[in-house]
Structure formats: structure tokens, C-alpha cells
């Protein structure tokens, strides 16, 4: 079993920072891209940060870009999204995401963990 819980949400002002943790744990052979999503209420899942295995690589949706950043701490299994300049917009429930195999010899698939709420005031 794969579990990935996110914590670190919670309300904040506008302008305001927040950082996200997510921890994957359970059986894990490997971890390869990891991503952050969001949901806000009526609108469609999107895509929000994506960061490569070595973590050398990242990509930003176009409303987030210049203020988050994501990063991963693999020897913990960890996943991190700094979020400065915060506005009401940003305002969803975000989700970790991660592709992950648990064996050598299993097609890794995505994992999802449970949401964590971000609530940005004005």
C-alpha cells in the first residue's frame, strides 16, 4: 500500500505564504515525477506544478508562475510547494500527486493523496 498525505494548508491573508508537505510512504520502489494539483469549488482540476525524479527539472502552471515553487527531498520522499504573493484566487484544495512504482517488476501508476485546503483571504 502507497499513501501520500499532504498537510500545511490552512487560511491566510492576501500576500501571505504558505508551504505545502507532502509524504509518500508505504511500499515504494520508486518515485518518478511528482506534481501538485488543485480544485477550486465549480471548476475543473489543474495542474499547478510538476517537478522531474532528480528534481532537476520543473514546470508551472501560467497563474502560479514567478510565485511558487516546487521542490522534493527524495531521501525523505517529500514533496514541497512554497507559495508566496498568495491571492484569493488561489483559493482550492490541493493535491499531491505521484507516479510511483512499488517493485521492480509492477508498471508504476498515479497516486493521489487526500487534499489539503487552502483558503486565501482579501
Known amino acids: 500500500q502507497v499513501q501520500l498525505v499532504e498537510s500545511g494548508g490552512g487560511l491566510v491573508q492576501a500576500g501571505g505564504s504558505l508551504r505545502l508537505s507532502c509524504a509518500a510512504s508505504g511500499s515504494i520502489f520508486s518515485i518518478n515525477g511528482m506534481a501538485w494539483y488543485r480544485q477550486a469549488p465549480g471548476k475543473q482540476r489543474e495542474l499547478v506544478a510538476f517537478i522531474t525524479s532528480s528534481g532537476g527539472r520543473a514546470d508551472y502552471g501560467h497563474s502560479v508562475k514567478g510565485r511558487f515553487t516546487i521542490s522534493r527531498d527524495n531521501a525523505k520522499n517529500t514533496l514541497y510547494l512554497q507559495m508566496n504573493s498568495l491571492k484569493p484566487a488561489d483559493t482550492a484544495v490541493y493535491y499531491c500527486?505521484?507516479?510511483?512504482?512499488?517493485?521492480?517488476?509492477?508498471?508504476?501508476?498515479?497516486?493521489w493523496g487526500q487534499g489539503t485546503q487552502v483558503t486565501v483571504s482579501s
Open positions: 500527486n505521484a507516479f510511483i512504482q512499488t517493485s521492480s517488476w509492477v508498471q508504476g501508476r498515479d497516486y
